[in-house]
Antibody, heavy 121, light 107 residues
């Protein structure tokens, strides 16, 4: 059974940092593009970043460029999102999501349960 | 970035009704269009990809159509468990973008 389990969310002050992790199981991580998608409280979905199977390509939404980095460790079946210089507008539930097929254009077929990040003083 | 616009923003329908949600892209996206269902407090669930392909395990009462800029999601016979918010998403170009969502309520 495919499972994605996020961790690392919490309360952080503006300007602070947080590292989210996503533990993958039930499939071979190195076959898929992986993504982070977020959802602010009561709002819609916003794609944040993705990373190619071997980590050689990474893309970000403009609002997080230069502040967030995405990485993966296929041997450990893990995906990470390092978030620096956090702002109030980064407050959201963060989901990791798998691409349906091995392309950056793939839709997201499996999602984790999400981890809440709250940026507030 | 490609903007995705859904209509309506919300709707209320009775069990057994046929429900249609539309999604319009700000430029042509071929058929790089997916639909997701999100129930309250849950993660989104992929329903339709490539505009009209039914994701494995999704009931056949869901269907999608369209290409270019105009797309539709149809629920052929609304069920109580279909009460949720539905999002379209384009993956034609980066960044992938979502519509604002359509909330479906059961009368």
């Amino acid at each position: 059974e495919v499972q994605l389990v996020e961790s690392g969310g919490g309360l952080v002050q503006p300007g602070g940092s947080l590292r989210l992790s996503c533990a993958a199981s039930g499939f071979t991580l190195n076959t898929y593009w992986m993504n982070w998608v977020r959802q602010a409280p009561g709002k819609g979905l916003e794609w944040v970043a993705n990373i190619k199977q071997d980590g050689s390509e990474r893309y970000f939404v403009d609002s997080v460029k230069g502040r967030f980095t995405i990485s993966r460790d296929n041997a450990k079946n893990a995906l990470d999102l390092q978030m620096n210089s956090l702002r109030a507008e980064d407050t959201a539930v963060y989901y990791c999501a798998r691409g349906l097929y091995s392309s950056s254009r793939a839709p997201f077929d499996y999602w984790g349960q999400g981890t809440l990040v709250t940026v507030s003083s | 970035d490609i903007q995705m616009t859904q209509s309506p923003s919300s709707l209320s329908a009775s069990v057994g009704d046929r429900v249609t949600i539309t999604c319009r892209a700000s430029q042509s996206i071929s058929t790089y269009l997916s639909w997701y269902q999100q129930r309250p407090g849950k993660a989104p669930k992929l329903l339709i990809y490539a505009a009209s392909s039914l994701q494995s395990g999704v009931p056949s009462g869901f269907s999608g159509s369209g290409s270019g800029t105009d797309f539709t999601l149809t629920i052929s016979s609304l069920q109580p468990e279909d009460s949720a918010t539905y999002y379209c998403q384009q993956s034609y170009s980066s960044p992938p973008t979502f519509g604002q969502g359509t909330t479906v309520e059961i009368k």
